[in-house]
């Protein structure tokens, strides 16, 4: 008749796991929390900003297209850190650049104003998506840093069962179970990693593709407005 084998839950638990491990393997854990918990703040952080932009674009967005003095709004938006109210001052500050002069080179201003408001939707997106390297990052090397940690200590519960000459179950188990959990540790890290990063990577497109229309329409704006110049 094969033995029934008892073990005792709290020598299982995350905490005498940890407690257990070998060093390597806690310092692999160490770095893999603080990780996890870095994870979580740019996931929190991110989260709010995306959100605050899109309703602030979007609140923004309409109060433009329904101003009758664009001049007068850009006035009264000048302290807006807004990438659409960004990308509005770009274009304002080369239509003035350009229209300072009596004779207007159109075809010129209208290059220099798709560039511009081209190169400001750039640097906002490149803002917004400052920390999605760190997800990135996370997502991709903390299962593989968990596995390393899970390889060094299973090759230590080999060495110690070859000390102890005894392969049985419960001499095995608690060693196994250390390492396994370097193993789930980097899993923890790196699944809402790669769920944040693909999630707010969309939400960026998104704000990208709404600062290309908005630079679009100001452009079309502009340009009627060249049309009508001499």
């Known amino acids: 008749m094969t033995p029934v084998l008892n073990y005792d839950a709290a020598s299982l638990s995350p905490i005498a796991l940890f407690l257990a491990a070998d060093w390597v393997v806690k310092i692999v854990m160490i770095g893999l929390l603080a990780a996890s918990v870095w994870t979580w703040t740019i996931i929190v952080a991110l989260s709010l900003k995306i959100g605050r932009t899109r309703r602030g674009m979007k609140r923004f967005e309409a109060e433009f297209w329904r101003a009758e003095d664009v001049d007068a709004f850009h006035k009264r938006e000048a302290d807006n850190r807004l990438p659409s109210a960004r990308v509005l001052a770009a274009g304002v500050a080369e239509w003035r650049r ?37 997800l990135a990052t996370v997502g991709s090397v903390a299962p593989f840093v968990g596995l390393f940690g899970t390889v060094w200590g299973i090759m230590r519960s080999f060495g110690g069962i070859a000390a102890a000459q005894n392969t049985s179950l419960a001499v095995v188990a608690p060693g196994i179970a250390e390492a396994l959990f370097a193993t789930a540790i980097g899993l923890f ?39 009508g110049s001499r």
């Open 189 to 227: 890290a790196a699944i809402p990693a790669v769920i944040a990063y693909n999630r707010f990577s969309h939400g960026i497109n998104r704000i990208e593709a709404s600062l290309g229309r908005f630079a679009d329409g100001f452009h079309a704006m502009l340009s009627r407005q060249l049309d």
């Open 98 to 134: 350009s229209t300072a002069a009596g004779g207007i080179d159109k075809a010129g201003t209208r290059e220099r104003l798709a560039t511009t408001m081209g190169a400001s939707t750039a640097a906002e997106i490149d803002a917004l998506s400052d920390r999605l390297n760190v």
